[in-house]
Structure formats: C-alpha cells, structure tokens
Nanobody
C-alpha cells in the first residue's frame, strides 16, 4: 500500500526559506514519478514541481527559480526546498506520486498523480 507522509511545514517570514520532506512508503521509484502541489484556501490545487526517475523535472511558473525538488533514493524521501518565500506561497503543500514516465516540461496537472499525502501547511507571513 502506498503512503506518502509530508513533513517540515511551518510559519516563516517573507524572504525566508523552508525545506519540506515527503517520506514515501510502498512504491518503487523507478516505476513512478513524484511531485509537489499546493492549495490555498478558495483556490485550485497548483503544481509546484515534479521529478521523474530519470532526473527530468518540471517547475511551476509561479515558483520557478525559487524552489528545488530533489530525491534521496536511499531514504525513500522527496524534498522541496523553498527559498525567498512570499505571502502568496502560503497554502497546504501536498506530496504526490504517479505511475509511468515523467519528461522535461510535462505539465503539472493533479490528474497525472494517483497517490497523495495529507499535506503540510506552509505560511509565509510577518
């Protein structure tokens, strides 16, 4: 059974940084791709970043240049480094997994992902 556990959310001042973790249970990374999404109250779920098992990556336009997605295969953990946080980055951040192959520039659509974590709250506020 696949289970995704997000860790590392919290309150940070604008301009600050945060590192989110997602521990992945029950799937073999070589058959899946992993990603991060976020959702603010009253808004649709938005793609932040995704990474394939071949190293291919996609970043959302609103965060490009400020976030980095990475994977520690030995620890079965996905990371998201958030830098220069802005108030509009506030929201619930979700880890997600999809089966098959990712490719560079593939659109970040929630419908491409089949397994989801419960989320971790990130708040950028002074």
């Amino acid at each position: 059974q696949v289970h995704l556990l997000e860790l590392g959310g919290g309150l940070v001042q604008p301009g600050g940084s945060l590192r989110l973790s997602c521990v992945v249970f029950g799937l073999t990374y070589r058959n899946y791709y992993l990603g991060w999404f976020r959702q603010a109250p009253g808004k649709e779920r938005e793609g932040v970043a995704a990474k394939g098992n071949d190293g291919s990556e996609t970043y959302g336009d609103s965060v490009k240049g400020r976030v980095t997605i990475s994977i520690d295969n030995a620890a079965n953990t996905l990371f998201l480094e958030l830098n220069n946080l802005k108030p509009e980055d506030t929201g619930m951040y979700y880890c997600a997994a999809g089966s098959g192959k990712w490719y560079w520039g593939r659109p970040l659509s929630p419908t491409s992902f089949i397994h989801w974590g419960q989320g971790t709250q990130v708040t950028a506020s002074s």
